[in-house]
């Protein structure tokens, strides 16, 4: 391994001597495709949810409770006694075999086994919309969504630009994405909204050579310079 690591130590050396003797035409050139070349491995990398060293990210949060469901909902229920009655819910939420909410008809909170309900009723004045929704079935017959990976938005070349100066190839996060960027890559204190409460972030570092970074740019070079020798 330090073998490896000496071989490309050595090879940027030559490399860089190569670069301070080219025309600064091609040397721009050569280095805005290092640039693009950066950028994407940077985006390939924060789609993966990975740290520079390959180390996988702290995980999100699971987010706490569910939020209530807006569609009303009527059904018919078999009490436990046999006898049925109605019940009229304008905010619930479903867990497992069960839902809960405020019932109108009751006027006040109550919870539903969902295998009791007779019968689901159209709310007043509209269509019959059918049994419950598959968002509060239980985790048998449940529709399990994917988690939405982070910083899909952030690492979107609007987000995360690339550039190269007479000398260097860069890349980075502008503008507010950069404040953003900056507090989770470091893991700093934020407001989780404008006028919400501070939370602290776990570190993800967004950006950040490896190994095979280097590797590529090397051989990126080396394309060049056997393409310029031919010429």
Known sequence: MADRA???ARLKEIASAFLEQMEPAAKSKLLRRFAHDIRRSQQRRIGSQLAPDGSPWPKRKAREGKKPATRAVRFLYRKSGGEIRLADMRSWIGRGAMITGFDREAEGIRTFRKDRIAQHLPPAGDADPGALPDSIRGARGGVRRKAQKMFTALRSNAHLKAGATPDEAWV???????????VHHYGLRDRVTPDGPETDYPQRELLGFSQADDEHLLSRFLEHVG???KA
């Open 6 to 8: 000496d071989e490309l």
């Open 172 to 182: 980075a996060f502008t503008g507010q994405a950069s404040r953003i960027a900056r």
């Open 227 to 229: 393409s310029a020798l």
